[in-house]
């Protein structure tokens, strides 16, 4: 049986690219995603041995059912990205409790639950590879976007910690998209085409990422490359922000 990787939000754009890399580099790759359909059809398009699993990263007993499902069938993960991820711009002041909540159940303590289940199996089996999606927001910080950058801002953190507790056996790291080509991206997008066109300008590599750019650099984290990297955090952002 091949090594295998879950990547949360996998049937989405940068979770897509990610599964795809992940297969060319060998893995079997679990598609968890609350969009069941979009995830069944992404893994009959990666090929055999991947599959879909049916997961909501801000319900603890969701991520619980489908971690342990999946761990007592097939033992522990060689990879596990934390990559869905979900927010919607407006102003700190305006949002409500229950989107605020929303926000930090997705990208935070999403990313926390998934790697608990995870890390503890890879402890036992004395191997595997934690990346964590954040953003450049949680870096710098971004206007529009206040729960959201203190929820990545979070990730990154937790990605260092976690690092030191699980190593050797275990390495955790997190990349940092910039604003990069996606649904999620398109959504604010179409609220605000004036903010993508004033991006363009304002990434020294001068154009919006693509899915591809964060894939190639979570393949490269997961490979023997990286054997000597742990609780890093790395921007793909063209260049956007230099932290
Ligand atoms: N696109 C960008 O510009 C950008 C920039 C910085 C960081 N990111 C981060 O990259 C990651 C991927 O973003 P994307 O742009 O591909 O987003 P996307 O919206 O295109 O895809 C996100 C995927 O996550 C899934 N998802 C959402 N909520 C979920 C939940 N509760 N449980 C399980 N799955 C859920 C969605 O169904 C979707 O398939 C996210 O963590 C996002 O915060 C994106």
């Known amino acids: 049986m091949k090594p295998y990787a879950i990547v949360t939000g996998g049937a989405g754009g940068i979770g897509k690219a990610i599964s795809g890399r992940l297969v060319d580099d060998g893995f079997d790759v679990l598609i968890a995603d609350l969009a069941r359909e979009a995830a069944e059809a992404v893994a009959t398009e990666l090929g055999e041995g991947c599959a879909a699993i049916e997961i909501d990263v801000s319900s603890p007993i969701s991520i619980a059912r489908a971690f342990e499902e999946v761990i007592g069938e097939r033992s522990a993960p060689a990879v596990l990205v934390n990559n869905a991820g979900w927010d919607l711009t407006m102003p700190f002041v305006e949002s409500d409790l229950e989107f605020r909540q929303k926000v930090l159940a997705v990208n935070l303590s999403g990313a926390i639950e998934c790697s608990w289940h995870a890390s503890r199996a890879m402890l036992e089996a004395e191997s595997g ?9 949680g870096r710098v910080g971004s206007t529009g976007e206040v729960v959201y950058s203190g929820a990545k801002g979070g990730v990154i953190a937790f990605t260092k910690a976690l690092a030191r507790e699980v190593a050797p056996a275990v390495r955790v790291n997190c ?12 959504a604010i997008a179409e609220e605000n085409p004036a903010l993508v066109r004033a ?16 894939a190639g650099v979570v393949s490269f984290l997961c490979s023997d490359d990286a054997a000597y990297m742990t609780g890093q955090t790395i921007s793909v952002s063209g260049g956007l922000t230099m932290a």
């Open 129 to 137: 590879t934690i990346i964590n999606v954040a953003s450049d927001a």
């Open 199 to 214: 991006l363009e300008r304002a990434i020294p590599l001068r154009r919006i990422g693509a899915p591809a750019d964060v």
């Open 175 to 186: 990349v940092c998209p910039g604003p990069t080509d996606t649904p999620l991206l398109g």
